[in-house]
């Protein structure tokens, strides 16, 4: 994202919310990993730039790089953990493979997954470098929803907010196509982004950026006021 022309893709706000929403786990030493194309364990070679890591393993076989995480994690009542590899994050000849975990009751940890898709070629990962994300979704959300498909027009507001959207869309890519000096000087719409509809309505509960609280230690918990006693 930094690297791209104007840094354009932080005009996105879906895929800045993506970025945010939720915590990500990084890569602890740095290594190569290198794929000769069969199914065995022993096919996917993993190569330490310093001391290995007994964590980061070729475990499944098929080409699968396996991090074993460290932690037992725990959530409320009813909230899984979307398990699954770091958003816009993008990884040349290994892809990361997803799972969702149960971590109100799983007493046990579980790994993060990446697939090589590329055979007989060095894929590196560098120390720091992100290799998981974990996102919280409410457990049973998918399947309470009812999906529907219905003509726009039998919700009359939403397809003339549309169609204003579409125009005020269309006449700025045409401003842009033509070089027109105040279209080109406002470069791109921000409506969307400062949630706000062509109309200028906005939106109360818009977002453009996440307040994600850090993890913190047990230590770092404030003591209670008065000692709690504890049988063995």
């Known amino acids: 994202m930094e690297a791209a022309p104007q840094r354009f893709p932080y005009r996105c706000l879906p895929l800045n919310i993506a970025n945010q929403?939720?915590?990500?786990?990084?890569?602890?030493?740095?290594?190569?990993?290198?794929?000769y194309g069969g199914a065995l364990t022993s096919d996917l070679e993993v190569r330490f730039d310093g001391p290995s890591?007994?964590?980061?393993?070729?475990?499944?076989?098929?080409?699968?790089?396996?991090?074993?995480?460290?932690?037992?994690?725990?959530?409320?009542?009813?909230i899984n953990l979307w398990v699954k590899g770091p958003a816009n994050h993008i990884k040349d000849g290994i892809q990361p493979l997803e799972g969702v975990?149960?971590?109100?009751?799983?007493?046990?940890?579980?790994?993060?997954?990446w697939k090589a898709t590329r055979a007989n070629e060095w894929i590196s990962?560098?120390?720091?470098?992100?290799?998981?994300?974990?996102?919280?979704?409410?457990?049973?959300?998918?399947?309470?929803?009812?999906p529907r498909i219905v003509p726009m027009k039998a919700d009359p507001e939403l397809h003339e907010q549309y169609r204003e959207?579409?125009?005020?869309?269309?006449?700025?890519?045409?401003?842009?196509?033509?070089?027109?000096?105040?279209?080109?000087?406002?470069?791109?719409?921000?409506d969307y982004f400062q949630g706000r509809t062509a109309a200028g309505d906005r939106f109360a509960s818009h977002q453009t950026r996440l307040a994600v609280r850090e993890f913190t230690s047990a230590d770092?918990?404030?003591?209670?006021?008065?000692?709690?006693?504890?049988?063995?």
């Open 165 to 190: 959207w579409e125009r005020s869309r269309s006449g700025f890519l045409a401003g842009l196509k033509s070089l027109d000096q105040a279209t080109v000087e406002r470069g791109w719409q921000k």
């Open 101 to 113: 975990v149960e971590t109100d009751w799983a007493m046990s940890t579980f790994t993060m997954n």
């Open 21 to 35: 929403n939720g915590w990500v786990l990084t890569n602890p030493v740095g290594f190569r990993v290198y794929w």
């Open 220 to 232: 770092c918990v404030s003591a209670p006021a008065k000692p709690t006693p504890t049988t063995e």
């Open 53 to 78: 890591d007994s964590a980061i393993t070729s475990h499944f076989g098929s080409g699968v790089l396996t991090f074993s995480l460290p932690w037992v994690f725990r959530t409320p009542p009813g």
């Open 125 to 146: 990962f560098a120390a720091g470098e992100p290799m998981c994300m974990i996102v919280p979704i409410p457990r049973g959300l998918t399947e309470s929803l009812i």
